[in-house]
């Protein structure tokens, strides 16, 4: 059976953003009758925490959001994601990388790479070069050799995009293993078929399919949906006011009210009638996700919130 999939950081209470891309994720899979999987991806540990684990999951299931079995975290998958980089070592694919951000934005970037990407410093760096680095005694980070391939997927909702992949980081110095290898790592162990995720990613999917290849692993298909915007035009924050669920019940919304504004804006309903997303499942195809990203207007400013 297909399978679909909502991996959110347990950073706090999902915001209306969060609970959009949800409702969206899940009406992809269940409108095709797949599997719908919840994973954590809790590997910042500065920001995650297992009792925001539990207040999503009370978040998503008040939307009337199910999920067919028990979620993963991936911070009890650290050895899957060693087991990839060792796989990417032995195809010669990884090198050890000591430069600091500062030093990756100050270095003249190659000719044919866009800017932000990483111009090489450690890819071919002689055994005295190694020596002094590994005397300064800093943990190095490991990036993916690649021969700067541009790489072409086909989005659902946005179409053909091509990104040049550079030598991205697979593990940072603090050994972490990096979200762009992880995701590719998880998606494949949970045989997930459909990425359903927001836009502001659809630029990282280049590397994750190049990860894919390289892994022998096979490609899902993406949809990116477009993101929500807060009055200021920026990404939605908590920062932005009432955004979580227990935010909106405060001042008077219900779940179904909530999820009416949501699938709303994604062309599904009317903000004025309660719905469940399931109520949404006939309606749901996913040729009505615009490309347009959603703003929410301030408070009390219109009939959205
Ligand atoms: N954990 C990411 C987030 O919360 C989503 C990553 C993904 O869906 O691949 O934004």
Redesign the pocket.
Known sequence: MSRGRF???PTGRLHVGNLRTAIAAWLFARSEGSEFLLRF?DLDRATARLEHEDGQCRDLEALGLSWDSDPIRQSDRLDRYEDALADLGRQGLTYRCWCSRREIREAASAPHMPPGHYPGTCRNLTAREVAERESSGKSPALRLRTDAPDVDIVDRVHGPHREVVDDLVLRRGDGTPAYNLV?VVDDAAQAVEE?V??DD?LSSTPRHAHLFDLLGLPRPTWAHVPLVLAPDGDRLAKRHGSVTLPDRVAVGDTPGRVVAVLAASLGLAVPEVEVMPSDLIDRFSPDQIGLAPWTLLPEGVNDRW
């Open positions: 991996a959110p950081s991806e995701v990425v995720r927001a990613l």
